[in-house]
């Protein structure tokens, strides 16, 4: 991943600055996560990490050489699982 480039949207920017992430960390998520899963409900892709103490869940949409990170939320490990478990998220 480290060849795609990474386009940033306006509403990317906002919803980062807005809910106190750094584009930098989620440029690193997005591009090095190992726990990554796709979304069966939006049919994106979902990386998560870590953001100090937050973590961190960041769907993004990849064509060709574009990765572009749709928006971040702040997550916990149960709300993974609940999606996990119910069907919503399977793994990459």
Do not use: C
């Not at 386009?7 to 919803?15: A, D, G, V």
């Not at 090095?32 to 949409?61: F, K």
């Amino acid at each position: 991943m480290d060849k795609l480039r990474i386009e940033w949207t306006e509403y990317m920017r906002y919803r980062a600055a807005f809910r106190g992430f750094d584009l930098a960390r989620i440029e690193d998520v997005v591009r090095y996560s190992d726990e990554r899963y796709v979304d069966n409900a939006t049919g994106r892709l979902i990386a998560i990490g870590r953001h100090v103490d937050a973590l961190m869940m960041v769907p993004y949409e990849m064509e060709q050489n574009v990765i572009r990170p749709v928006t971040v939320h702040a997550t916990n490990r149960a709300q993974i699982d609940a999606r996990i478990k119910s069907g919503r998220f399977t793994h990459e």
